[in-house]
């Protein structure tokens, strides 16, 4: 089957190739067996739009015509949605004020007051 072109998942580290997506790929559409510069890479959601996209008279027959009605090819109810990821939350071991990235726990610790008394009283 490697001799047909394919959606092939990837990991490589390169933006999205469609019009001004800059989003990290995941999906490469290619023959597995070939160069990977002739592949075309897209991310998540603009291959979820590609494939969402696919004319009726392209989509596959189902495997079983029989099941075609059933809960498997319904839209997803609201309990069965993924739960998002709580976020991460990074206080500074001076004052305890919280930030939601490195780089601004980073930023803040610079110039924070208390960290600069600890520092001047010797307690670092």
Known sequence: M???CQI????VFASCETYNCLK???????RPDGPPQLHHYYCDDCMRDILASVPEELR????YPEWHDGPMFHEPTPETEPI???????????CGEEFDSPTKIGSHTRYC???KEAVANGET
């Open 60 to 63: 596959p027959e189902p495997l």
């Open 84 to 94: 998002p990821e709580p976020t991460k939350s990074y206080p500074c071991k001076y």
């Open 113 to 115: 007051e208390a960290r």
């Open 24 to 30: 990290r790929i995941s999906w490469a559409i290619g």
């Open 8 to 11: 092939i998942k990837t990991n």
């Open 2 to 4: 490697a001799e047909k």
